[in-house]
């Protein structure tokens, strides 16, 4: 079955500080991992795609890494801001060869506090 | 960047009513439109996927005689809620595709759906 784990579920951190949040996937055939910010009462937002050659993108602040041998990813969210409190979602893409279908982590929540 | 925009924001119905959300892709042609359903502290969950001119392709579970989609041009489609009831209250999302070359990941910012 296709999955896609996310870890940790919750996390709080002070202001300023960084973190990483991980994300473990079973989706196969693989195509692409994108990670999202969901602000509370929002749509998603991709900040990064990495497709199978990939071993590390960034965005800012944010630089998600894949491991495509032990389908793992990472996404570290450097100097953490306020506006940083959200939700983060992992989501692979699988490819069937003729569509596309989107794999959705849980989502870890993120709060940063002052 | 795509922009794919949702109509109404939020909207409050009574039980027994058909509610109608808007989704439109402002600045490209979407071929294809999803629809997601979002509870609270859950993932996005698939409910539909709409090809302009042809009918919705449901999932699993999902009754498509209460949850009608329509995709009638290449930037709106739309969802309504038949006969709603408060089971239904829910975040909804659509999502854009058909970029050529390119699959479209742009979601547009949500409909919280609260029946009474």
């Known amino acids: 079955k296709n999955q896609v784990e996310q870890s940790p579920q919750s996390l709080i951190i002070l202001e300023g500080k960084n973190c990483t949040l991980q994300?473990?996937?079973?989706?196969?055939?693989?195509?692409?991992l994108r990670w999202y910010k969901q602000d509370t009462g929002r749509g998603p937002v991709s900040l990064t795609i990495?497709?199978?050659?990939?071993n590390t993108k960034s965005n800012g602040r944010y630089t998600a890494t894949l491991d495509a041998d032990t389908k793992q990813s990472s996404l570290h969210i450097t100097a953490s801001q306020l506006s940083d409190s959200a939700s983060y979602i992992c989501?692979?893409?699988?490819?069937?060869?003729?569509?596309?279908?989107?794999?959705f982590g849980t989502g870890t929540r993120l709060q940063v506090t002052l | 960047g795509a922009v794919v925009s949702q109509h109404p924001s939020w909207v409050i119905c009574k039980s027994g009513t058909s509610v109608k959300i808007e989704c439109r892709s402002l600045?490209?042609?979407?071929?294809?439109m999803f629809w997601y359903r979002q509870f609270p502290k859950q993932s996005l969950m698939l409910m539909a996927t709409?090809?302009?001119?042809?009918?919705?392709?449901?999932e699993q579970g999902v009754e498509k005689d209460k949850f009608l989609i329509n995709h009638a041009s290449l930037t709106l489609s739309t969802l309504t809620v038949t006969s709603a009831h408060p089971e239904d209250s829910s975040f909804y999302i659509c999502?854009?595709?058909?970029?050529?070359?390119?699959?479209?990941?742009?979601f547009g910012p949500g409909t919280r759906l609260l029946v009474l």
């Open positions: 990495m497709t199978f050659s990939e």
């Open positions: 989501v692979v893409t699988l490819n069937t060869g003729t569509a596309s279908k989107l794999t």
């Open positions: 600045d490209f042609q979407a071929t294809t």
């Open positions: 994300c473990n996937y079973t989706v196969s055939p693989f195509s692409n």
């Open positions: 999502r854009g595709g058909g970029l050529a070359g390119e699959e479209t990941q742009y």
């Open positions: 709409s090809n302009e001119g042809s009918k919705a392709t449901y």
